[in-house]
Nanobody, 124 residues
Framework: QVQLVESGGGLVQAGDSLRLSCAAS????????MGWFRQAPGKERDFVAA????????RYADAVKGRFTISRDNAKNTVYLQMNSLKAVDTAVYYC?????????????????WGQGTQVTVSS
């Protein structure tokens, strides 16, 4: 069991940057694959990025490649999402997730623990 708490969301202008953090409880953080998803109003929850247990491998959605970077600090039980060159279309609630499986194609099925989400709003 792991509990996840996101932070770092807010209101920014297009072109700005934000860094989201997700703090995990428990002693087994390093055993989990970690991911970020987002859900815009009226839309489904979409995959954004994922990182394997060691941090040596990462996956990104095409929409964020080159702009977002996922990282983790296993000593701090925290995963991050650095978001640069933000666009209005990035506006969504961002969710942190933890799960057991790291694969070529990452979906919500790879994850079984979820945070409450943090709102990111990008004004154009």
């Amino acid at each position: 069991q792991v509990q996840l708490v996101e932070s770092g969301g807010g209101l920014v202008q297009a072109g700005d940057s934000l860094r989201l953090s997700c703090a995990a409880s428990g002693r087994t953080f390093s055993s989990y694959v970690m991911g970020w998803f987002r859900q815009a109003p009226g839309k489904e929850r979409d995959f954004v990025a994922a990182i394997n247990r060691s941090g040596g491998s990462k996956r990104y959605a095409d929409a964020v490649k080159g702009r977002f970077t996922i990282s983790r600090d296993n000593a701090k039980n925290t995963v991050y999402l650095q978001m640069n060159s933000l666009k209005a279309v990035d506006t969504a609630v961002y969710y942190c997730a933890a799960g057991p499986i790291y694969s070529e194609l990452m979906t919500s099925l790879n994850f079984n623990f979820w945070g409450q989400g943090t709102q990111v709003t990008v004004s154009s």
